[in-house]
């Protein structure tokens, strides 16, 4: 029997992935994915709380989708700016992003 | 007729007006303009002044121009109107006659000059601002054109604002107005404070009841402050001289007949309150009787006839301030009265000479009796007029002001006064007998001037001779009246003559003629070995006293300076103190910004640490 | 007539500038003229609807806006308030009409400038502390681009230390805010007004926000952003500088300061007054010294806001009747002397008084303007500024008669340095190196001519506006008087 521990463990591995990928990919891509790991283990952690702890409300799903919505505003808006850094520069390794620094 | 009082002033300023905004461009328009209206004014003067003499009461017209209210109730009032009374009928009849003579002869004067339009606005402007000072009924309305005949006398001055002297004289006349009128203006503030009103009848009525010496002693001082700066007195004199860089008619008009006498007439205006504590008489009577001497010292070595006349002008007005601090109104009111008209003669007269000969160093001068009869005749009447010899205007109001001194026992200035009379004649005569008659000693060709400017001349010497006459023993018993009478303070002064005055000042007169007869017709004694023998007192009268020296010296290291460290304390300190505030700010986010590497992953990873870091904690 | 409008008005014109490209510079800057006027038409209205013989707030309205704090946003106009509307709105559309050769950025200018309006017109029209606070901020901040953008000279050191002068006074008045919420659990105007304060509060209140709205007036030693402010921003934000900004921390003083914490107000009178002469004649002879022209001016500024703080300092109808008459009468004359000087500098590209001379031949018309705006600030007869310098002497002179008349020594000072300015710049010989210039074109005139007429207008008719603002400040001194009292 799968019971929730086995999906908080899922979830957990996909945001340790996530974490890694944000903390040591060079390619701008690779963290924006990165970032995207982390958001969708927490929506299975949302799901499956909502599932086995209060099965008759859908507030967790509800908050999913939310996260949802909001994590493909902010993907569109980081691969705009990765898309404009790479048509003007050439760029996505993300440590030679440095042009608004000091 | 009084009712029409208001339109005096205000035909100027619609002639003012009409010049301005349609008849610029048309320079002979602009003039004719300027002086029909001015006519009409005058016109209005002489009516208005017959009324007066047939039925001598006070009348006061005014609007409330601007009042302020507190919880219902009226706090402050500020009126515009009119007060005519024999002293602004007098007056009036005085700046329209003078200004429409000047108008008459500026026509000829200022002939062919880029800025005859504006010549004849600003003189209509003048005009308006004087006449409102002279109908004025109360210290509010006086101190409004106060500043407006000075502006005017700024922008007359400054007329050829293209010479620099021109420009720095406007400006030296203003401020040093400036620094008087600050005096009237905390003055005027103070009575309203103390007393509730700038009305001056309502104020005459307070003041007369009130008991506090000490106050009235502060404000009437202050007040005075105003005429001082206005009427050229000791120490704010030395804007007048300098004021001859403008036209010569304007000289006439506002730097001799008119507006520096607005001072003698705002201190007869407002006598009452200067009357009323001794004190301020008796400063009023001395910085008279001082200005009157130390003016005409410096008047007998200047080489150049406007600077003389000025300086002949200043000590006449020390003259009239005498006559009001010893005490006596209508003497100093007299003196102003036939003062304008042959002041007002000798600096047309002057202008005269000046656009004939094209200089004004008496010494390029000579010769000019063939050449420019009217001019010199009349100048040598006006001469004579101001020296005080019988039975010319300045005799009569001159001897007055001598009996009046004697009268009111201030002998000091009765001595002073006779000095200052024997002064006169002798600078007047040194200038007419180097100027008018002798050699030509420049070569010019002088030629008589257009009847525009000769027919005021004329005028001008006319009432040169006869205005004394209005305030004569015969003339009193001929008609009833006279200019005391008419023009009384307290009570009427019925004029006689006191013999042995009139001897002593006519001597006077006669010796300081003979003197300068000797020195310079005759040249029985030679000028230039007396200045040789003399030069300390000789260069110090050239200098005139070194005031202006000290004025600017003041100028430069006083306020300047002040300014300096200022701008010091502005720039270095307070800037210093904030600035380095921010400094400070801004060196301590240098030093902390080596924590902020820029590299974001490294953030995140802190960032993760901290957060596993705290969920760690928490859960245990 | 809904006083929201008057708010709108520059926020809708905002918005429409965004929607035009910006290569319309035209039709960008006709545009803004048109709203401009609306905005100038819509205060003139509001003058005329204006119900003058009654005293206290008219058009009220209140919108709820954070009603779980009692937050409402109130509007509502009185004679003081609707003098500085009327001020704003002149400014703003005599400072358009000065903009119209403007060439770099007119569109974001143009939005900036109007969004900066709207703060002001909200400062001015509110009756809630807390929405004024942030109508403070939309009126201060914009200036922060448009002087760091637009300016000239040091540019970039005057913006900033523009907004960190007046951010530093916003915590002043942002922590007295704070600390009359909790007291009285409201920031509405007219209801802190009918509370009671105890005396040692009133203090404290009174001297954070003379600290917080005195940044603006400036006061000393709190001034020095004014002349670089002013100096380096480009010329119609210099006019909407001197003559409506400065303007906020004065009316907030009066409206808040003196309004609601008169016991306080009287504790700090003494202070006030003697800031209010060092104002006057220190920064007079600052001026005196000054080598550029706009800092001459700047400064001027600076000085003739000194005579509005001594007629806050005496507090009594006739001073603060006057100090109000003299904000607006001093935003009129500053916006001109602003407007002549950047056309001044626009034609002979220098600022520098030494550089210049002899103008007057070729600029005649400018010498004129210059000569009336610099006879009207040294207060001479026949110009607003008289009337209102007047007034506050005669109020003033009451309560400290010792420090009034050294607060009058600085009309013999500014006389002294504007005739020398203005001999300096315009008369003496013609200079051929200016042979070239062309004086003030007709329609350059127009803003002009409006500001000089209003100037003259007032000056000669002075009781229109001056009632209106006695009538404003009526009730603020007799509620002063009562609250004095208990």
Known sequence: MIGLSHYLLVAAALFCIGVYSVITKKNAIAVLMGIEFMLNAININLVAFNHFMAPSQVIGQVFAIFIIGVAAAEVSLGLAIILSLYRQRHLVAIDEMDILKW | MDQFTWLIPTLPLIAFLIIVGITYRFKLLSAIVATSFSLGSLFLAISILIQKIQSPKTTETFINWLTLTANQQTVLTLQMGYLMDPLAAVMCLIVTLIATLVLLYSIGYMKGDDGFSRYFAYISLFTFSMLGLVISNNYFQTFVFWELVGLCSYLLIGFWFFKPAAADASKKAFITNRWADFGFLVGIIGLFTHFGTFNFAELSTVISLHQNTLVLLILGLLVFLGPMGKSAMFPFHVWLPDAMEGPTPISALIHAATMVAAGIYLVARGYILFASVDSVMIVIAYIGGFTALFAATIALVQRDIKRILAFSTLSQLGYMMMALGVGSMTSGMFHLTTHAFFKALLFLGAGSIIHAVHDQDIFNMGGLVKKMPITVWTFVIGSLALSGIFPLAGFWSKDEILTVTLQHHFMGLFILGTLVAFLTAFYMFRLIFIALFGDNRSGHHAHESSWTMTLPLLILAILSIIAGLVNTPWFYQWTGMSFSTFLFFKEPEVPVIHWSIAVLSSLAAMSGILFAWIIYSKQQISADKLAQRFKGAHTLLLKKYYIDEIYGWLFNKGLLGLGKVFNFIDHILIDGLFDGTATLIRSSGVQLRLFQTGRLQQYALVLFIAIAAMTIWGVR | ?486
């Not at chain 3, 220190?282 to 706009?294: E, G, R």
């Open chain 3, 1 to 486: 007539m809904h006083l929201y409008s008057l708010i709108l008005i520059p926020l809708i014109g905002a918005l429409t500038l965004i929607l035009i490209p910006s290569k319309h510079q035209s039709l960008i800057k006709w545009t803004s003229a048109i709203v401009g006027l609306l905005g100038l038409a819509l205060s003139i209205h509001l003058y005329f609807v204006f119900d003058k013989s009654v005293s206290g707030m008219q058009f009220v309205e209140s919108i709820p806006w954070i009603p779980s704090f009692w937050i409402n946003f109130r509007l509502g106009v009185d004679g003081l308030s609707l003098s500085m509307v009327l001020l704003t709105s002149i400014i703003w559309f005599t400072g358009i009409l000065v903009s119209w050769n403007f060439q770099e950025r007119v569109k974001e200018f143009f939005i900036y400038m109007f969004i900066l309006v709207a703060g002001v017109f909200g400062v001015f029209l509110s009756l809630d502390f807390l929405v004024m606070f942030i109508f403070l901020e939309i009126a201060v901040i914009p200036k922060f681009v448009l002087i760091h953008v637009w300016g000239s000279g040091k540019k970039e050191y005057s913006a900033i230390k523009y907004t960190l002068y007046l951010l530093t006074g916003s915590a002043f008045a942002l922590i007295a805010m704070m600390m009359i919420y909790l007291q009285t659990t409201t920031l509405d105007l007219t209801h802190l007004a009918t509370l009671t304060y105890s005396a040692p509060f009133q203090k404290v209140i009174f001297l954070l926000l003379l600290i917080g709205f005195g940044v603006i007036i400036p006061l000393w030693p709190l001034h020095r952003w004014t002349p670089d402010g002013h100096s380096s921003a480009p010329t119609a934000i210099s006019m909407l500088l001197a003559g409506v900004i400065m303007k906020l921390g004065g009316y907030a003083l009066i409206r808040i300061g003196i309004g609601l914490f008169p016991l306080g107000a009287a504790f700090w009178a003494p202070l006030i007054a003697t800031i209010a002469v060092v104002n006057c004649i220190y920064i007079a002879f600052v001026a005196m010294v000054q080598k550029d022209l706009k800092y001459v001016v700047a400064n001027s500024s600076i000085s003739h806001m000194g005579y509005v703080l001594m007629g806050l300092a005496a507090m009594n109808t006739v001073s603060l009747t006057g100090a109000a008459a003299q904000m607006f009468a001093h935003g009129i004359m500053a916006a001109l002397f602003f407007a002549l000087v950047g056309l001044i500098y626009q034609r002979t590209h220098t600022r520098m008084i030494a550089d210049l001379g002899g103008l007057a031949h070729q600029m005649p018309r400018a010498a004129t303007l210059f000569l009336m705006t610099g006879l009207a600030s040294l207060g001479l007869p026949g110009f607003y500024n008289f009337v209102s310098e007047f007034l506050i002497f005669v109020g003033a002179f009451r309560t400290f008669p010792v420090l009034a008349t050294i607060a009058i020594l600085a009309v013999v000072i500014t006389a002294i340095y504007v005739l020398r300015v203005t001999q300096q710049i315009f008369f003496g010989p013609r200079n051929p190196r200016w042979d070239g210039l062309k004086d003030i074109s007709g329609l350059e005139m127009i803003p002009l001519v409006i500001l000089v007429v209003v100037m003259l207008g007032f000056g000669l008719i002075p009781a229109p506006m001056t009632n209106l603002i006695n009538q404003g400040i009526d009730p603020i001194v007799q509620h002063e008087v009562m609250k004095g009292q208990l």
